[in-house]
């Protein structure tokens, strides 16, 4: 009888595993916390995108709150996400832009295109800011806190950008 | 003269190949071990952003942004678990596709590993228990009620 | 009229289809329950009929694709007026409701197969298996018909023209790669049927296991086909000369081919010595659960694989709950229902029933291995563990010495008697063999490659370790005929099916150790005049030329290949390729295949100095990795057409040949 109730257990078994895959069926695969959350804002020093003489690093954003978004204007998510990106600049939420692996000129033509609710634009051509932030792939938002600590990434657009991997071969 | 045409159209499919372009990059390197190692840390490492693809292998630009960060890095002398860590810092544990041994992946690691002990347990178990067997007949009086018994499990 | 009505013709036959089943599902088993033979004789005609219908459906859906129909939404996404006959043709099971409808066309093939031939099976025991496949087949029917249906019309804005197949699937592995690999999923569902059906009926004897195991070596030959071809596809195709990637999608094939191998062996034991009965069937249920955990997992997008279906999850749902469904099901059956009484049979330590005792085990722990490492990170991301990835390092790490551990039995096997091997005589037959294969294992990479190479040296004397025993027997078994190859013609198919499997196993395996150890990749920057020297190769780029394709624009690197100084020369085009209609750049990769090496030249970047980056890959012992794919699924084969699997019924009206024949498997 014992040896009944030992087979006994695996659909018993069975089923906690399947439990497991129905919890797994909830959840997004490619759906990533940042690495960098609630770490120190990467060290950098680049110029702005308006202007090439002007140089910052991180102490801009060491005080307050800022919301860092990741934008390129190869990236067509970044131009369906700008009018809410707007609509946060007008409750005096400060932002500051990282313009990833772009040009200058079409950087400039996207935001008067799309509008500029940023502070000041990180110009990051060669994506050297993106990388050390974890970023691989536009856009991205962050949000960094006063002090020292960081980041909670805002995936809504998540799937607009998933929807750019045309260059993933297979 | 219809098959013959058919055959000949998949004799023709079967030399040809496409792939999307891919990163090929001209790397040079001080020495073969060097080279070896930019193989093995690309080959172990997922490309974020694709779906299932190790960086060596993927064409999104941040594979190739990754693959010259791995090369610089071991232009610059970094060791093996230097240029790894420098990538999880950014990335996260997602991007290796070789997962560190934490508590975490205790389990994963130490499942296989603990079967092959059970496997060797039990082919020596079964295998003392079947030599017995082997070694002792049954009599005619047990073998009919091993009978019984075998009978009446089947009827149930 | 009739031709506009074909999409709905399409779709009525699958609900007859679904009809059909369902009754097959009821009445055969009541019937068997019952003792009612008119309520048995349901199963076969319901089997015919199901099978009929689904089939007509797939008529339907292939002839929407043939006939441009794009109002039908399935081929509106996958098809194009332009796309040639034969990718139309596959394009049907070149997505997720077209692939599940061949998945289910073929269930009911394979149903109706089983039914035909159990012609003097007892009648309650095809009634149960009839029923068993019944339901599997209403589960995959109500599938399609719920949440996958592939005549959904886009009407009235029907599109012009179709969004085109993806490029990367018209190829010729799209036509040949999933039917063989869906033959074999879907042929472990008969051998599931069986299993469940013995034990429903309380018949778990010898006459069970003998209809089982043809079922089970044609579904792992088939599964063995498709792995392999799948293997190939992406070697040439996806993977820049990879050829196996431990993707989920891959791991799920692999996952009940082990199991499935695990099988033939232990239902080998089942047949010839009436032990590991309950074990067979526990691992008949097994391999068809994990087909369709391979089903779930790829379909359901709980897991990021290369190859990913467009994904819902409303179909996850579903087939979750069917996996749920059929393995507690069957687990509960199992249970309740196996045998509690197992009469022992004794074997010593050296015999062929321990040898295959520990083959199952190794099969189990790499089942094991390969399904934790496939599901790690979904358990450890629903659990709030955070995300990991687990790769290739992962699996070869533990793959490769299982691997290496099977090898030094799979050796002995073959050799070994039933019951009981005295060590002496083993000894006896197999030292020179064992010499032989270390001594010329450990040679092999200082010959070859000129420094000693652990990993080379082990696949080899595996390999040989292999193929020298079954050598030596080949040589004992035809001691006694008047000449050897008269002795071999005697041997029984079965054997030679044995015989092929194994050394199948150990061409793959040369093929695995030689190209993932001596395979020699070179990134070189190349202009016409160029010359760059790979494994005694002189490729030298001697051209570089546009041209305008069909549909693409392409810049071709004529390059000429040279062996050595003087040796043979030929022409490779590797080419980059601009596809007009969706501006995609594709790489043409120029592949030049051998027995003992393939040639592999991409073309990658242009360097803007008239240079280009070229990929330049030397591989050698590649197709062997196939080659012996196909030597294993051929040696499955004619394990099936043995005569003492076809001539059952000849064998029950002439106990003469019973006796012959039972004594020839003695010697096998």
Redesign the interface.
Known sequence: MTRRLLLLLLPVGFIGIALFLYQGLGINPSDRDSALMAREFPAFEASTLRDANRRVDQSLLTGEVTLVNIWGEWCPACKQEMPQLLALADHNIRMVGVNYRDTREKGLEFLSEFGDPFEVNIFDPDGSLGFDLGVYGAPETFWSMPTVLFAITIKATYRLKMSANASCRR | MALIRTLSVLLMLLFTASAIAGGIEVREFDDPVTEKRYRDLTASMRCPLCENQAIDDSDAPISGDMRERVYLLLQDGQSDIEIIDHMVQRFGDYILYNPRLENRTYLLWGLPIGLIFVGMLVVVLMVRARRNASAKALSAEERARLDALINRERSS | MFIKMIPEIGHFALVIALLMAIVQAIMPLAGAATRRPLWMAYGRPMAAGQFFFVAIAYICLTTSYMLDDFSVANVANNSNSLL?W?YKFSAVWGNHEGSVLLWSLMLAGWGYAASVFSGDLPRDMVARVQGIMGMVCVGFLLFILMTSNPFERLLPNMPQDGADLN??LQ??GL?VHPPMLYMGYVGFSVVFAFAIAALLG??LDAAWTRWARPWTNLAWAFLTVGIALGSWWAY?????G?WW?W??VENASLLPWLTGTALMHSLAVTEKRG?FKSWSVLLAISTFSLSLLGT?LVR?????????FAND?SR??FI?ML??IT???S??V???R????S???????LSR??LL??NN??L??MT??VL??T?????????G??????????FN??FVP?TVIMCVFMGLGPVARW??MPAGELVRKLWLAGAASLVLGAAMPLLYGGEWNLWVSLGIISALWIVLPIVRDLFDKTRHASSFLAGLRKLSLAYWGIVLGHVGIAVTIVGVAIVSNYNI?R???MSPGTTVEVAGYQFTMTELTNRRGPNFLADTSIIHVQRGETGRSFIMRPE??LYLATG??????A?RPGLFRDLYV????D?EDGSY???VQYKPFVRWLWLGGLLMSFGGILAVVDKRYRRVTARKSAPADAAQASSKEATV
Do not use: C
């Open positions: 040639p034969y490029p990367l190829d010729f036509i309380g018949r040439y195709e996806l993977g820049w990879g990637f993707d989920p032990s779930f359901s997008g709980v897991l990021t694989s290369v190859h990913a999850p996850g749902f979750l996996l749920t393995v507690t099901l687990l509960l199992f249970a309740l196996a045998p509690r009484v009469h022992k049979v004794g074997f010593n330590w029933d321990s005792l520990i085990i190794l189990v722990i094991v291995t934790l490492g599901v790690y990170p979904l358990i450890l991301d629903s659990m563990l955070g995300k990991i990835s687990v790769g290739p390092p992962y790490a533990l299982l019951k009981s990749e990134n070189v920057r980059k390729r995609m750049p594709m790489t043409q990769v592949l991409a073309m990658g970047e360097l980056a070229m990929r």
